[in-house]
């Protein structure tokens, strides 16, 4: 292998600096700060095992979601028929459309006076829940409370998620007055809030968020509040390993929040509906807020877009029914990438897999219906190119008909799931000879190593630049190396660094998952930078009688504070880089024999995408995980 010149070596060394500078700061005023009780935040599971009969139809038939941005009660272009016919004619069995809020008086909403009863009472005639949407945005000129992530960057324009005034401001009061208005329910849309470049590496710790966790588990949390500069907060919780608690805190308090607006709303409706959009777990806690066991929270899931659903998904409907979630799991498809036979045989996997499935943007179905318009084709709110809306209804209206058959038959006998190639595997070797972890892969150690080509995109075909790992081991440590080639044009880019920052996975550099005993449901999580900075975690979806919110947001979830004890070094020419890493088996909880296999993965997290094991889906996709054989 070619080795980088020495005057081009850069070594990571800022996560050990940081480490000393935190860490005897803290550990000196132990004696005086007054310590946290961190009792456990119960968050109890709420399975859908109770579901209200007037929504047996859900679970039944499925959910089948038509995205509108208009209403229901216009008519089809050409026809005599309402939109909303067209829309249940193919086969929907629900509608979300779009009600706006005035963008200069936020407390008033024409189009739910004007627009909203007419499609109710269309609604009504049809037999369809009709579903609202409300945005939950980002760039608000009101003084709303701003996120604090734990890295100690305040947002330019993110809105604590926890800040009561925001919420009920833009959702809380709107959603109850769409319930009383006669609405079946609201999608509370996410999406805008993840717009922010602050990219949420954790729960907030703003002041609010910060001092009412202290208020709850420390009985002096006035000299804790003033001990600690807001830009430390996060560090210091890390220091107190407190982190995944103050994470659950934070989603056990977001929960009630919710709950108590789907509770405002169900007073006036008892099978008012909540649903959200975006992806599951975004804002930890939400699901629990906004379901119950008798009427559940729809999750509109986004990560299936472009090319249906994946291993993530199935793995998300498997996280929902563990974890007590009272959530059904709806993968959204998105008209214009699929041509209509493939967009329908997304729509039945999921709906056959998943809980149903919804389509986005399906106003694109009812609006520019012919082929001789090209804004029918425009990204991204168009049609596949050179279809028709009755190319998609067709086909849609077959696929459902297909689907109710399907129900109605044994498991056995519906089309069974597309399978992928199975993930790889590979023998890892026992370590022969030394290796010292300096960035400099030319030891005898690395000779005798296993040598692992990380060929594969996250969809299995082979690109991007070369990059191989090799891993051996010995009874105390798993050694792991790669060497990452760059593209010609590419620069190393490693713009965020530290110890337990999230954010490495925005740099050049690997994501490692390492499973023991390859339970699918526990495994170590590394994001180790081209600068040899490194996050880790402890990853136990499901865990602690239903605990599945991420203290970080963007479905991240574990204890970052779980530290495996890794001495990693890193080095780049302008070619390439390198990574060199002991990871002591001792923090796993386990460590392998000869002839036992755990599960693992490695990837790089910016593009180009490589990986160990193709994923076909996100990187924490616990079932695409390869399989070490230790020898
Ligand atoms: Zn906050």
Not at 243 to 261: F, N, P, S, V
Not at 498 to 515: H, K, P, Q, S, T
Not at 521 to 528: K, L, N, S, T, V
Not at 622 to 629: A, M, N, V
């Amino acid at each position: 292998m070619k080795m980088p010149r020495n005057s081009m070596v850069r070594v990571g060394v800022m996560s050990l600096a940081l480490m000393f500078m935190i860490w005897p700061m803290f550990g000196c005023a132990a004696d005086t700060v007054p310590a946290l009780d961190m009792r456990p935040v119960l968050i109890e599971p709420e399975p859908l095992d109770n579901l209200r009969p007037e929504l047996a139809w859900m679970t039944k038939d499925r959910v089948r979601v038509a995205w509108i941005g208009g209403g229901i009660s216009g008519k089809f272009p050409g026809t005599d028929k309402t939109r909303g016919q067209v829309l249940v004619d193919a086969g929907f069995n629900l509608i979300r459309m779009s009600i706006g809020v005035d963008k200069q008086d936020r407390t008033k909403s024409p189009d739910l006076k004007s627009k909203l009863a007419a499609d109710v009472k269309e609604a009504r005639r049809l037999g369809v829940p009709l579903l609202a949407g409300l945005q939950y945005g980002t760039h608000h000129t009101e003084p709303y409370r701003k996120y604090r992530a734990p890295t100690g960057v305040l947002a330019e324009r993110s809105c604590c998620p926890l800040d009561g005034v925001y919420i009920e401001h833009h959702l809380g009061k709107w959603a109850v007055a769409i319930a009383e208005a006669g609405a079946d329910g609201v999608v509370i849309d996410t999406e805008m809030y993840q717009s922010d470049e602050s990219s949420y590496p954790g729960p907030c710790v703003c002041d609010d968020c910060f001092n009412v966790y202290l208020k709850a588990f420390s009985n002096d949390w006035k000299t804790m509040y003033d001990r600690v500069t807001p830009e430390e907060r996060g560090k210091w919780l890390s220091a107190n390993k407190a982190t995944a608690h103050y994470g659950w805190y934070l989603a056990k308090r977001l929960e009630d929040q919710y709950d108590g607006i789907r509770q405002r709303c169900q007073a006036a409706n008892p099978l008012f509906l909540l649903a959200h959009y975006h992806i599951l777990g975004a804002l930890p806690g939400l699901e629990r807020g906004l379901g119950t066991s008798e009427v559940p929270c729809l999750v509109l899931n986004g990560s299936e877009y472009p090319q249906g659903p994946i291993s993530l998904s199935y793995q998300n409907v498997r996280r929902i029914r563990e974890g007590g979630i009272p959530a059904l799991y709806l993968p959204g498809l998105w008209i214009l990438k699929h041509s209509p036979e493939a967009f329908s045989g997304h729509a039945l996997t999921s709906s056959l897999y998943c809980d149903g499935w919804w389509g986005w943007y399906a106003e694109a179905l009812l609006t520019q219906v012919g082929t001789d318009d090209p804004a029918a084709f425009k990204s991204p709110y168009g049609r596949f190119e050179g279809t028709s809306a009755d190319d998609f209804l067709k086909s849609l209206t077959a696929m459902h008909n297909r689907l109710d058959e399907l129900l109605a038959k044994p498991k056995d006998q519906w089309p069974q799931l597309k399978t992928f190639p199975p993930p790889s595997t590979g023998d890892v070797a026992r370590r022969r000879g030394n290796i010292t972890i300096d960035g400099n892969l030319d030891d005898a150690g690395w000779k005798h190593a296993t040598r692992f080509d990380m060929k594969w995109d996250r969809f299995g075909n082979e690109t991007g630049p070369p990059t191989t790992a090799w891993i051996c081991w010995d009874k105390q440590a798993l050694y792991v190396a790669v060497n990452c080639g760059l593209d010609d044009d590419a620069e190393l880019y490693v713009p965020s660094q530290g110890r337990d920052n999230v954010n490495l996975y925005m740099c050049d550099g690997i994501e490692l998952f390492i499973d023991p005993g390859k339970s699918a449901r526990r495994y170590a999580h590394f994001i180790i930078s081209a600068k040899g900075d490194v996050y880790d975690s402890m990853m136990t979806p499901n865990s602690g009688g239903g605990i599945y919110a991420p203290p970080n947001w963007n479905t991240i979830f574990g204890d970052p504070d779980w530290n495996a004890g890794a001495q990693v070094k890193a080095a780049n020419t302008d070619k390439e880089y390198y990574i060199e890493a002991r990871i002591p088996f001792k923090e796993f909880g386990s460590t392998p024999a000869a002839g036992d296999v755990w599960g693992a993965n490695i990837c790089r997290p910016r593009p180009p995408h490589k990986t160990w094991s193709a994923t076909y889906g996100g990187f924490h996709s616990t079932d695409r995980f390869g399989e070490l054989s230790f020898r």
